[in-house]
């Protein structure tokens, strides 16, 4: 996509801001929208809509009328199955002249807000982009990505998204959550390191907006903590019992895991 295109950013909070200043640093001229804004998007070719979930197709639906012919909307919201339902139900005929992509970018911090947003909070992330099948995504859209520091683009179904994200960040966010409220975490200091650096980061998410996010979710997040439980259900069994060889053998599962994969995490 040219540069001399016009982007609309709508949330001005961590993810909109970081892309409102990665956008301005690539060259694109940029409008940015809070919530309630009721113009800024009419000439934009691309209108970013950072909002939670649950916000996203109302806006959209209030709004589109006003969207430019061939204006691309992308949401950037944590799940995507009920957005693009949301969608096909307010748009039963199609969008017409302007289109709509689901859209994750791979990145964040365990901090919110504008205040906490960076030109180069995507530099080497993945922005998913969601699509229904037979649909394809213009260059101009993946080259928009890229000019912001993503790595590359990952194009999948809404169903594999909502799935793969209750591993890779919500149940992450649950285990945070429980394990920083544990007693003994605020006497920390003088015994930790990394592992508790690494344990404790995300364990401070939003309220609001993850309990949105696990909840629209819970079907894909379910099957996935119960799995994480029982192996942790293993591992009390083995040290209940002193078990030195069961609990040998699931570190040694866990390694042979994790080689599989390790190096592209570290």
């Known amino acids: 996509m040219k540069k001399a295109a016009k982007v609309a950013v709508v949330g001005m909070g961590l993810i909109g801001g970081s892309f409102e200043k990665a956008a301005l640093r690539a060259g694109y001229a940029v409008n940015s929208l809070h919530h309630g804004d009721a ?30 012919k061939g204006a691309v909307v992308i949401d950037i919201a944590g799940v995507k199955r009920s ?57 101009s859209v993946r080259d928009f990505f890229l000019s912001l520091g993503f790595s590359r683009v990952v194009i999948t179904t809404a169903e594999r998204h909502d799935q793969m994200i209750s591993f890779t960040s919500q149940l992450c966010h649950l285990i945070s959550s429980a394990y920083v409220r544990d007693e003994l975490a605020c006497f920390h200091e003088g ?34 903590l119960e799995r994480y439980i029982s192996r942790l259900e293993d591992f009390r069994s083995s040290l209940a019992a002193g078990d030195r060889e069961r609990m040998k053998t699931a570190l040694a599962e866990g390694v042979a895991a994790k080689a599989v994969f390790g190096k592209e995490v570290e």
């Open 39 to 68: 113009s800024g998007f009419e000439d934009a070719e691309i209108i970013l809509v950072c909002l939670p979930p649950s916000a996203v197709v109302p806006w959209i639906l209030e709004h589109s009328s006003s969207f430019k």
């Open 83 to 139: 957005i693009l339902d949301g969608i096909a139900a307010a748009f039963p005929s199609g969008t017409g002249d302007w289109r709509f992509i689901g859209g994750h970018p791979m990145a964040g911090k365990e901090v919110a807000g504008y205040a906490n947003s960076s030109a180069d909070l995507f530099n080497g992330a993945s922005m998913i982009l969601v699509l229904k099948e037979c649909e394809t995504v213009d260059s």
């Open 191 to 224: 015994f930790s390191a990394g592992s508790f650096r690494d344990m404790a980061r995300v364990g401070a998410p939003d309220p609001e907006m993850w309990t949105e996010l696990f909840i629209q979710n819970r079907d894909m997040l379910m099957p996935v």
